[in-house]
């Protein structure tokens, strides 16, 4: 059997060393991950120290809407931080 042609999917080596991801993917990974970060910021606190004192700070609309939606936004552009190719050269 001739293996002459090179039909793997592994590239030739140029001597160069290549990043998997480009300058716009790390951009994109760190704002996601900072909006991650507010987000879960945004979403802790609000509990009472005595256990038997209601503190209505516990559904206060930051924690039920802004953190969830926070959160939501940055799992969204780590994903698409991952996905993003950045254009040919």
């Known amino acids: 059997m001739d293996n002459s042609k ?3 999917s592994i590239p030739e080596k140029d001597g160069a060393f290549h990043f998997a991801f ?3 993917n790390y951009m994109l990974m760190a704002a996601g ?3 991650l970060a507010l987000g879960y ?5 609000g509990g009472s120290d005595d256990p038997n ?3 209505p700070a516990m559904f206060d ?3 039920l809407v802004v953190a969830p939606i926070l ?3 940055g799992f ?8 993003y190719k950045g254009k040919k050269q």
């Open 6 to 8: 090179n039909t793997s």
């Open 22 to 24: 480009g300058r716009v």
């Open 33 to 35: 991950l900072v909006l």
């Open 41 to 45: 910021i945004l979403l802790s606190g």
């Open 53 to 55: 004192v209601f503190n």
């Open 61 to 63: 609309s930051r924690r």
């Open 71 to 73: 959160i939501v936004v």
């Open 76 to 83: 969204i552009v780590e994903i698409l931080a991952i996905m």
